[in-house]
Each structure stands twice: as structure tokens, then as C-alpha cells.
């Protein structure tokens, strides 16, 4: 497993982390047993980095993963969540007496003092333009509630402006092969900054698994079934808002591009995680299977510049004016 440091925070981490929205809600059920096997196998496999929030769940992923560390003292784990949508996203809801409360319940889930790492979670974007938000989080972290502080956004616009702020250590972006955007002008800042770059919704919602065809279904309370409008939340969080139809076709493109010897999440992963810029992928998983699938693309060997260039042009035919001019 390749290791890399996220961005600002110092710490040291896997290439290839896991993302537990899966474990607490949207994904279809998932027990608590296998929830701590998911998060069992990964660490067997090499993963020392988890992302959660205090919304998946309504807490139960933060509260299933604190558990299971308790449990297996000694670990090397890195935990970052996120916090701001307990309330309504408005502007006016992201202040420091509201960052204690949910920070001391992340702390209460999570059983520690200290949190690694605590994200803004896609808030409005005049949020990311408030000195008050950063004079908030910038209190926490002398307060010792949190270490570091990041965002997660949903556009590069809101990215750069965070990356400009000095105390932002991390941001977490959806970048995957249907989404590029943020190669064009987040990474480059990113890197030149020093801010670590999260890559969330790698596998676009299982698009990029090379397993869905037309007769996929998903369960109910799942946001695959649910999301494809965005009536929920951001549809470029559902498929990384590439419609269905479009997205298969896609999907099968890509896989045609593999190597032989590699399985097409497997690159898809590691195309992602072999960015220079880039400091972990946090793709979920809902079994240990997949999560030591998951884990694999941390030792992928280069994918190379082929791949590369024929991975952007597949982007540039069927994707970049979905893509592009939206996030």
C-alpha cells in the first residue's frame, strides 16, 4: 500500500482510505456486524485512513467506527468526519456554537478527545468565503477539540477559495475518471499549497465498477434509486451526475481501456490515487470483498500516460459538457 501526507495535517496515511457513508445510511442496509467486518478487512489490508460524518447514520457510522477502534487499541488510524448538516445549510447556521455541538458529538462517537480531522460538509459557498467560519474552526483547533480542520465541496469554485485560506489542511472533492474537473486548476493549487485532496465518489456511485448494466436495480433507501434527480441532495453526488443511460455507456467504454491483467475498479482507483496531487481515495464498501478489492488499487503498478491520455479523451467525448460547465 502506497502512503502518502495529508495535505497540511502532517500525518501519514494510505493511498487508499475507506468512505463509511455505506455503513451509516443511503446505501441500503448494512448490519453492525458487517460494518466492523468491513472496517476489520480493510485495516488488514493496509488502510490507515477512514472518512465519516455525523450524519451517516445520524451518527451510526461515527459511533460504529468508534467502537471498533476502542476495541483494537494500538491502531494507526486516521479519522476525519464532517459537520455542518445537522441544520438547514444556511450561512448563518455555520458558527462556533454550533461547530462545539457537533464536534463534541462526533467526540462522544468517535471516543476521543481530540478529533483528527473535522471537514466542512458541502456548505453553502459563501461559507467558504467567511473569515468568521475559518476564525471558528481556527478556535477549535486551539481549543484542542479538533487537530485539523478541511472542507468537503461540491465545486471547484469553493475548492479554490478554501485552499486559499493558510489553516486549510485538507479538501475532499469528487474527482474520478467522469468527473476531471478538478485536474484543471484545484490539484495544481492544492499541491503548490500544501493542501492534502480527499478524492470522494471514485468509483461514481459503482458506474466505474464495471459491473451495472441496464438491468441493475438498487433498493429503495438506497440514493441511487432516490438521487438521480437531486431531489435529495447534489445530484453530482448520485453517479457523479452523469445520467444513468449515459453513464453505462460510459462505464463500458472505460472498461474497455484495462489492462487485461487489472480489474476495472481496481484502475479506476488507482488512476485516481497514482495523482501526484492527490493524498487518498475513500472509496466505500458494503462487504469485506469489497473492501480488500478496494484496498488493491493501493499497490497498482503505474497505469501509465496511454492510459492516461485515452482515459481524458473518453472524458472529452462523452462527458465534459455534462460535467464541465456545472461543477
Not at 80 to 86: C, F, L, P, S, V
Not at 139 to 165: F, H, K, M, P
Not at 185 to 197: D, S, T
Amino acid at each position: 500500500m502506497e502512503h502518502h501526507t495529508l495535505g497540511r495535517t502532517g500525518r501519514t496515511v494510505s493511498v487508499i482510505g475507506l468512505g463509511t457513508w455505506q455503513l451509516g445510511a443511503d446505501w441500503g442496509e448494512v448490519s453492525e456486524s458487517d460494518a466492523r467486518d468491513v472496517l476489520a478487512a480493510s485495516v488488514d489490508a493496509g488502510v490507515t485512513f477512514f472518512d465519516t460524518a455525523d450524519v451517516y447514520g445520524d451518527g451510526r457510522s461515527e459511533s460504529v467506527i468508534g467502537a471498533f477502534l476502542a476495541d483494537n487499541p494500538g491502531h494507526d488510524i486516521t479519522v476525519a468526519t464532517k459537520m455542518g448538516r445537522r441544520l438547514e445549510q444556511l450561512p448563518e447556521n455555520y458558527v462556533l456554537a454550533n461547530f462545539r455541538e457537533w464536534t463534541d458529538r462526533s467526540r462522544r462517537n468517535l471516543r476521543v478527545d481530540t478529533l483528527d480531522l473535522v471537514q466542512l460538509h458541502c456548505p453553502p459557498s459563501a461559507v467558504f468565503t467567511s473569515d468568521e467560519v475559518y476564525d471558528a474552526l481556527d478556535t477549535l483547533v486551539s481549543d484542542g477539540v479538533i487537530a485539523n480542520y478541511g472542507v468537503s465541496v461540491e465545486t471547484t469554485a469553493q475548492a479554490l477559495d478554501a485552499i486559499a485560506r493558510p489553516g486549510t489542511a485538507t479538501v475532499q472533492i469528487i474527482l474520478n475518471a467522469f468527473r476531471q474537473k478538478p485536474l484543471d486548476e484545484v490539484l495544481p493549487a492544492a499541491q503548490a499549497a500544501g493542501v492534502g485532496i480527499i478524492a470522494r465518489v471514485p468509483l461514481a456511485s459503482g458506474l466505474l465498477s464495471g459491473k451495472y448494466t441496464r438491468a441493475t436495480t438498487f433498493a429503495a433507501n438506497d440514493h441511487r434509486t432516490y438521487n438521480r434527480d437531486g431531489s435529495a441532495f447534489d445530484v453530482g453526488e448520485t453517479f457523479s451526475g452523469v445520467p444513468w443511460e449515459t453513464g453505462l455507456e460510459a462505464a463500458h467504454e472505460f472498461a474497455d481501456l484495462v489492462p487485461d491483467a487489472v480489474p476495472v475498479a481496481e484502475a479506476a482507483l488507482a488512476w485516481i490515487a497514482q495523482h501526484p496531487a492527490v493524498s487518498a481515495v475513500i472509496p466505500g464498501a458494503r462487504s469485506v470483498k469489497q473492501a480488500v478489492a478496494n484496498a488493491a488499487a493501493g499497490s497498482t503498478p503505474p497505469l501509465g500516460a496511454a492510459f492516461d491520455s485515452a482515459v481524458a479523451d473518453l472524458y472529452d467525448r462523452r462527458l465534459r459538457e455534462l460535467i464541465h460547465p456545472r461543477w
